[in-house]
């Protein structure tokens, strides 16, 4: 027995002397990634406060498994999404900007625009890729693209996608997650949205008049008390057994069916929150948001349990800002607050959302990076940390990597930008037809229905609660042509205004 700790100690000594082999042998083996993606969470809606203060959001909601991650790896202040869901999708998988792959709106029916884009007052919408994203160059109203999870596949990784998936129209080829290279598809399809998230209801299948959002897939749960984000976990960890059993790299994309509407209660969280003086659907709400939590910590438990967690990147992220324009308790269009407005909206509470990352070995844990990121930049992040080749994909790819602002290196990102030639549905305030650009601490948005501008810095005014286009007009317009060029560059759409029948100018020209 003496001689065996003698050995293994000689062997430790070794290794240490000669560079470490445990170190050698991680960077030969290529880390797995988790992606945990949100939908409709806002800004506010976790316990980790992301502004420079605690607020009465972070003290309300219950999120111990982000402030596990954000203490171990990097929070992201400025990161941002598209309004909507659909948009922030596309953009994640295929890198492109929203203006660049069309898919501005979120997607469902094939083949047709929005009921709500159709018969507007003022503006006719254009021709968008209603369709989702094109795996072939032939489907029409299609961004045609070669997605993440299909290079990834190419690259040895073993890709799961488990909930939500929301990436093309009814009956194309990309309503289906398979389609885009992923190995396994959990309860993911078309529709953006459960028609329920009991089990109990058999989530909704059976239910007449809900079959288009009912979840398939999770026959194994009907009639059970058990919410959708649990049996999506459940499922999470058993589908992980196959490439942890093979030792191959994986790729996670666990992007839950929550918080999006219903908002429906978790059970096992909802009381405490009707304790603490919550209204409904506030409490039910703040119920899902524990729900969602709970399935990160058991996805970080199975990597710690399996040893796994050194060589696995974890990224956090949601698609939009959280709700606010409709089905929650309380005023109206506070709900993310200090960020004005939110989901369909262009003020910083439709777009602003909540990101962490953790790269074990390389990122600082409880670090803070002000840098502003977007939605598209996961693209070519992820391909960079599984060393998969980027090059000769069909679309131009918009994003840029932040791999050095993980590895503390500075980076100028450059500006972000947004359009959203569409109508969503509901009203309030930045909830419409826009384009808009982010430069540094500047924001500049174009409304496109009466063609004005609006300017703000939002270090200072972070609500957005003054216009300052009048006050710095070599600002605005050094923006406004930031703005036009990228959308000339990428030939965005511009509705058509019905009363001069001409389309709507770009942000530089009406400045002329
Ligand atoms: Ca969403």
Redesign the pocket.
């Known amino acids: 027995m003496i001689e065996v700790k003698k050995a293994i100690t000689l062997v430790i000594l070794l290794c240490s002397f000669f560079t470490g082999c445990t170190e050698k042998n991680k960077i030969q083996q290529p880390p797995n990634v988790v992606l945990f993606f949100v939908?409709?969470m806002g800004w506010q809606d976790t316990s980790v406060p992301f502004w420079d203060r605690l607020t009465q959001f972070n003290k309300t909601y219950k999120t111990p498994n982000m402030e596990r991650l954000a203490q171990k790896g990097i929070k992201f202040t400025n990161a941002y999404?598209t309004p909507?869901?659909s948009p922030?999708r596309v953009s994640l998988m295929t890198g492109m900007n929203a203006a660049r792959h069309r898919v501005t709106n979120?997607t469902l029916k094939p083949d047709q625009m929005q009921p709500m884009e159709l018969n507007h007052a003022v503006l006719e919408f254009p021709e968008w890729n209603y369709n989702g994203i094109g795996l072939d160059s032939l489907t029409p109203h299609a961004a045609y693209a070669e997605p993440l999870p299909k290079l990834l596949a190419e690259n040895g990784y073993y890709t799961i996608h488990a909930g939500k998936a929301?990436f093309g129209a009814i009956g194309y080829p990309s309503s289906n997650p398979i389609n885009l290279g992923f190995d396994v598809n959990i309860a993911g399809h078309a529709a953006?949205a459960p028609a329920s998230y009991l089990g109990s209801d058999n989530f909704g299948n059976g239910i007449a008049g809900k079959e288009v959002w009912a979840v398939p897939g999770l026959e194994k749960y009907y009639g059970q008390d058990i919410f959708l984000t649990e049996a999506l976990t459940t499922e999470v960890l058993t589908a992980l057994e196959t490439p942890v059993n093979k030792k191959q790299p994986f790729f996670l994309y666990f992007a839950l069916y929550g918080i999006?509407t219903p908002l429906m209660e978790n059970n096992r969280f909802v009381n405490s929150y009707r304790e603490m003086g919550l209204e409904e659907p506030e409490a039910r709400y703040a119920s899902m948001i524990e729900s969602m939590d709970e399935a990160l910590g058991k996805v970080m438990d199975y990597l710690e349990a399996k040893q796994l967690e050194e060589n696995t990147i974890i990224l956090f992220m949601?698609?939009?800002g959280g709700l606010s324009a409709s089905s929650r308790g309380g005023e109206k269009h506070t709900h993310n607050s200090p960020l004005k407005s939110g989901?369909g909206s262009i003020y910083e509470g439709g777009i602003r959302v909540p990101m962490l990352t953790y790269w074990p070995g390389i990122t600082t844990p409880n670090s803070t990076e002000h840098t502003p990121v977007i939605i598209e930049d996961f693209f070519p992040s992820v391909l960079e940390m599984t060393q998969t080749n980027l090059k000769n994909t069909v679309q131009t790819v918009d994003g840029k990597s932040f791999v050095p602002l993980l590895k503390g290196e500075p980076k100028e990102r450059g500006a972000l930008f947004w359009h959203y030639p569409n109508a969503w549905g509901s009203t309030g305030p930045g909830i419409g037809s826009y384009s808009a650009v982010r430069d540094g601490d500047w924001k500049l948005i174009y409304f496109h229905q009466d063609q004005k501008l609006e300017l703000y810095h939002l270090p200072t005014d972070i609500g957005e609660q003054k216009n300052i286009v009048e006050v710095n007009p070599e600002k605005a317009r050094a923006l406004a042509e930031k703005l036009t060029i990228h959308l000339q560059q990428v030939a965005a759409q511009m509705p058509v205004n019905k009363i001069t029948q001409k389309p709507v100018p770009l942000p530089l020209s009406i400045l002329q």
């Open positions: 939908d409709d999404a909507v869901c922030t979120w929301h953006g999006h949601s698609d939009n989901k």
